[in-house]
């Protein structure tokens, strides 16, 4: 399955990588051995606690290398017309809290937050495809929405 993920989402996960591999692992591992030198190590802290450390670096290094495989990195500043496509910056007006969102479509592994939502989410799949001054209602398990389009932007 296809995963779109933005240039600097896929860069930001790319150095994350780096640095677990070449950096963050190599002193745990570093870290672990110091530890086993100590003694019994079932009751070893440090230890115990590298390991574990060990294990997640080493969980999301397959995590990342995985889906490296499966992402499609798309530019968002290229633009795309006059439509909602992955990458857009939208602006809409939220007619139940009357007030103005701007927000940009992302993958699910980009940073997600306040100004960035996945286009799997209920509200970024709502949107993909309209256009200028198009409403929508979007069904969340918390509420439903309407919102009209404002703005699209790519930059």
């Known amino acids: ?7 600097d989402g896929f860069k930001a996960l790319k150095e994350e990588f780096e640095y677990l591999k070449s950096i963050e692992r190599p002193k745990v591992v570093n870290e672990v051995a110091e530890a086993a ?7 070893n802290a440090e230890y115990i606690y590298g390991k574990r450390r060990l294990r997640e670096i080493d969980s999301r290094m397959r995590f990342l290398n ?12 290229l633009p795309r017309g006059e439509r909602i496509f992955f990458g857009a910056t939208v602006s809409v007006f939220d007619e139940d809290n009357n007030e103005d969102l ?30 200028f001054d198009d409403s929508v209602t979007i069904h969340t398990p918390k509420e439903t929405r ?5 703005d699209i932007e790519y930059i």
Do not use: W
């Open 1 to 7: 399955m296809v995963m779109y993920i933005t240039t």
């Open 37 to 43: 030198a100590q003694g019994d190590r079932s009751e």
């Open 66 to 77: 995985k889906n490296f495989a499966e992402m499609s990195v798309i530019d968002p500043k």
């Open 102 to 131: 701007k927000f940009q479509i992302v993958g699910p592994l980009d940073t997600l937050d306040d100004t960035h939502i996945s286009y799997q989410s209920p509200v970024g799949q709502a949107l993909l495809g309209k256009t």
């Open 146 to 150: 309407h919102l009209t389009i404002c």
